[in-house]
């Protein structure tokens, strides 16, 4: 959702954007994937899906349960630079995390991430659990020599608990202040025009929207006050 969040405002924008998800897993082939839930969402239509495997596991033991060769990140690099020459706007949608394995080697969407010198956005969880996820990603990034692009919660609950609220106040100082969105949860069951709406609410002016941490949160501390 987070990924056709901001292809939806580059678009608007008028931007041309490519979309790539070098390996999906879990899926047949012919099956919509991702990419297909972007291309609904944004409606375009410059999306790659570079490699899949059909067991929900990570790139790596996909293709290794299902007998068939990794995906090449090194091929995969190529495809993005070549992409790369010619949008404005390239978006690499990752597999299972920063660290995920996506082949025996153990290359991962970080020494992708590090051969392209491409900035990385972190999505993360709202809920119990994403303040150590996070700080584990932050720390890979930073020991890496990567560039944050921010974090996004990938996830906003319509009625946030406790723990939801108090992550949003712990995740900007994990990040130095780099919150920079909120998609609200169900946001995939709306159509291109209302989603639209829920990416500009739900992404910074960085990536084209309108989200205000410091609004968001004040503005889920008064509905915490009125319940």
Do not use: C
Request: aromatic share 4%.
């Amino acid at each position: 959702m987070v990924t056709a969040a901001l292809t939806a405002l580059a678009r608007a924008r008028g931007q041309s954007v490519a979309v790539v998800k070098p390996a999906q897993t879990g899926l047949p082939p012919g099956a919509p994937g991702d990419l297909a839930e972007v291309s609904r969402l944004a409606g375009i239509t410059d999306t790659r899906e570079l490699a899949r495997f059909p067991d929900p596991l990570s790139p790596e033991a996909a293709a290794r349960a299902a007998g068939l060769p990794p995906l090449d990140l090194t091929a995969a690099a190529g495809v993005l630079r070549r992409l790369a020459a010619t949008r404005q706007q390239v978006f690499v949608e990752g597999a299972g995390g920063l660290l995920v394995r996506y082949d025996p080697a153990g290359g991962t969407v970080a020494d992708l991430a590090l051969a392209l010198g491409a900035p990385v956005l972190v999505v993360a969880a709202a809920g119990l659990g994403t303040l150590n996820h996070t700080a584990l990603t932050l720390e890979a990034l930073a020991a890496r020599g990567l560039a944050l692009a921010g974090l996004v919660l990938g996830s906003w609950p319509r009625n946030p608990g406790l723990a939801e609220r108090n992550n949003l106040t712990d995740l900007e100082v994990l990040t130095g202040g780099q919150v920079y969105g909120a998609i609200e949860a169900g946001a995939g069951a709306a159509d291109p025009a209302t989603f639209l709406g829920l990416a500009r609410a739900g992404l910074a002016p960085a990536f084209g929207g309108s989200f205000d941490p410091a609004a968001f949160r004040a503005t889920n501390a008064w509905q915490k006050e009125r319940a």
